[in-house]
């Protein structure tokens, strides 16, 4: 009979303490609210010393953050958006699932217009994986993420050495004997570092990170692009860096204030061969039907050539601007031509991507199947151009078909310089649709 009480006793206890557990809310998904990700990059040094920018601090070095908010539209169904700096970009594209091997949680993350996704298993507010690019052979970077760290880099607070907005005159490559320019345009507020780089064919797009003492970091993941940037502040406050894009691109780079730094005018860079004044093409559509500029829809318009990779973020950011110009804007007789070169080398599947990139962007004008994102090889396409230095690159076209200029890359929202794009593009098009 005692140990029946006992017995009882014991059980009225371990009720009364599972009572006293409390269990957080169950998601069907990931837990809701920011997290923390980043991708295990191999870089390069920017320095001989073996020490590097981050030995004995909380930034991992070649580690390649980024955040991401989960948000639940119901009790089920949830999205995640990407932040990098004032940008955040929506992805839907996301499977869960189970792996009977090790019954754990199983996540997919996948970014269709760049052909590329994260796979891995995730269990008490982590992921493990790695991102695929599947457009490139044998590509695979490992990712982690952890919910509930509100920092990108690091969560120090060490005094900067300098304030680092404004332009910087940059030089990339500085490694090779075929070093090239660019600018340089941050934003610091206290530790928080914002900004981009601007090339002579596009710009880096949104880079947000921080700064620490005498040493900065930078970075962006938009699904496409994974881009590292690691820096230290000289003792003459010129800045030393070392750049990674991936694990298949690493460079040095330096800088200098400047706040006059510019680049070529885009408007000089790519122009028409001697003995050349037209365009002359034939490519495929999305729906396999050939298009050439003698097409009877063509004839007597003005017209923009763009040429462009579904792959390219900067191309993604001229898209978006080409789609809503037409949408808000009534342009009588005004036709747009989109020549894609692309990275898969089936043709088919080039135009599946093609199809995918024209419906999410609501494109109302054709997308052409021109060639291989290989710019010698595109250029083969378009013998007459001088070459095929930028994607995107646009080509305002007269009515009788005479190219009037080529505007080379693109400066989009993240720089200080779209406006300025803004008011040449319109530029150009008054000069096309008066003539």
Request: net charge negative.
């Amino acid at each position: 009979m005692q140990m029946l009480r006992t017995a009882i006793l014991l059980l009225i206890l371990l009720t009364a303490a599972i009572a006293c557990i409390e269990v957080g809310d169950k998601f069907s998904g990931l837990a809701p609210g920011i997290w923390r990700a980043y991708l295990q990059l191999e870089s390069i040094p920017f320095t001989e010393d073996p020490a590097q920018l981050s030995k004995g601090e909380l930034v991992t070095e070649n580690q390649l953050p980024f955040q991401f908010e989960v948000i639940y539209e119901n009790d089920s169904d949830f999205y995640i958006e990407i932040i990098n700096g004032e940008e955040r970009i929506r992805v839907d594209d996301i499977y869960i699932g189970r792996n009977p091997a090790t019954a754990r949680d199983t996540i997919e993350i996948r970014f269709p217009l760049y052909e590329s996704y994260i796979k891995g298993e995730f269990e008490a507010g982590m992921i493990n994986g790695n991102w695929i690019v599947e457009n490139r052979d044998n590509y695979l970077i490992p990712f982690v993420a952890r919910f509930g760290q509100d920092y990108r880099f690091t969560s120090l607070v060490k005094t900067p050495k300098a304030d680092l907005t404004g332009k910087w005159d940059a030089t990339f490559e500085i490694e090779t004997d075929h070093p090239f320019p660019a600018v340089g345009e941050f934003v610091q507020e206290g530790n928080r570092l914002t900004g981009t780089f601007l090339t002579e064919i596009g710009d880096y797009r949104y880079l947000e990170g921080t700064v620490q003492a005498n040493k900065f970091y930078l970075s962006c993941f938009d699904g496409a692009h994974s881009f590292l940037f690691q820096g230290r502040i000289e003792e003459d406050n010129t800045l030393i860096g070392s750049f990674s894009n991936g694990i298949h691109y690493a460079t040095m780079w330096q800088a200098k204030r400047n706040p006059d730094a510019k680049l070529t005018d885009p408007n000089k860079l790519t122009f028409l061969k001697d003995g050349y004044d037209r365009l002359a093409f034939s490519f495929p559509n999305t729906s396999g039907e050939l298009v050439s500029l003698n097409d009877e829809r063509y004839k007597g318009k003005p017209k923009i050539i763009q040429i462009f990779g579904t792959w390219c973020p900067n191309c993604r950011d001229e898209t978006e601007f080409l789609a809503s110009y037409i949408r808000e804007n009534n342009v009588m007789d005004l036709e747009i031509i989109a020549l894609a070169y692309e990275k898969r080398k089936d043709a088919s599947k080039a135009m599946a991507t093609i199809q995918r990139y024209k419906k999410h962007f609501n494109v109302d004008y054709e997308l052409l199947l021109a060639g291989p994102n290989d710019k010698t090889l595109a250029a083969e396409t378009l013998p007459m151009l001088n070459h095929i230095l930028s994607y995107p690159t646009m080509i305002f076209l007269d009515r009788n078909d005479r190219v009037r200029r080529i505007h080379t890359g693109f400066y989009g929202p993240a720089t200080s310089e779209f406006e300025n794009f803004k008011k040449d593009f319109n530029e150009s098009l008054q000069m096309i649709l008066s003539e």
